[in-house]
């Protein structure tokens, strides 16, 4: 599978837009990019997910590279409810691909500040 | 209803018990997985079914019994574990099979073997 690269943890403050960037050099062709968050105590929650353009929906937008090689999300006015760990995940969706698995990396925890 | 149900929320179990835990959804979903996450690590997969047969076994040991008696039903059997099996336990469900739609996921069973 291919891997993706987040930072650790990052930090924001309330009502603030936040961009967090993922990492996926070794992206291939049929590689969807997903975005799934954990909050405390929760299971994970679907984001979002993209292919080549631009994503938006009501939770987030997703911006990808021109050359897909790194993508990022970006909450446009973070809440406190945003503060969770965001996992930015490569589904092969191409013949033979594991397409039915989510491969979750370590993410990004994010703190949002009051 | 858009909800994965899981339960129990909690369960403590000595190494010689038998136990179940159980995964409801009422989304007319045809996939269901189960995965293990220990603290402050991501979610891994262990078990999918697709149709309510079993498709993937992510080489899990036979301690952990997985059965899907109906589509909307999931449980997971436990037996002679370990203490090194505590974790959070995981349901999740997805609209058709082996395929990459979005994994709706429930709280979560926590478990403790003593």
């Known amino acids: 599978d291919a891997k993706t690269t987040q930072p650790n943890s990052m930090e924001s403050n309330e009502e603030e837009p936040v961009h967090l960037p993922c990492n996926h050099s070794?992206?291939?062709?049929?590689?969807?990019i997903h975005w799934y968050r954990q909050l405390p105590s929760q299971g994970p929650e679907y984001v979002i997910h993209?292919?080549?353009s631009n994503v938006n929906n009501r939770m987030a937008s997703l911006a990808i590279a021109e050359d897909r090689k790194s993508s990022t999300l970006i909450l446009h006015r973070a809440t406190l409810r945003d503060a969770a760990v965001y996992y930015c995940?490569?589904?092969?969706?191409?013949?033979?691909?594991?397409?039915?698995?989510?491969?979750f990396g370590k993410g990004t925890l994010l703190t949002v500040n009051p | 209803d858009t909800e994965v149900t899981q339960t129990p929320k909690h369960l403590v179990m000595g190494m010689t018990n038998k136990k179940s835990l159980k995964c409801e959804q009422h989304?007319?979903?045809?996939?269901m997985y189960w995965y293990k996450q220990k603290a402050k690590k991501p979610p891994e997969l262990m078990f999918v079914?697709?149709?309510?047969?079993?498709?993937i076994n992510e080489s899990v040991p036979s301690r952990f019994s997985p059965e899907c008696p109906n589509s909307s039903l999931l449980n997971l059997h436990l037996h002679a574990l370990q203490p090194e099996d505590s974790a959070l336990y995981l349901c999740?469900?997805?609209?058709?099979?082996?395929?990459?739609?979005?994994?709706?996921f429930g709280p979560g069973t926590r478990l403790t073997v003593l």
């Open positions: 079914y697709s149709y309510e047969k079993l498709s």
């Open positions: 070794t992206i291939s062709g049929t590689d969807y």
């Open positions: 993209g292919l080549t």
């Open positions: 999740a469900s997805s609209l058709r099979g082996l395929d990459h739609n979005e994994q709706f």
């Open positions: 989304m007319g979903h045809r996939a």
């Open positions: 995940i490569l589904r092969d969706t191409g013949s033979g691909g594991s397409n039915y698995k989510l491969t």
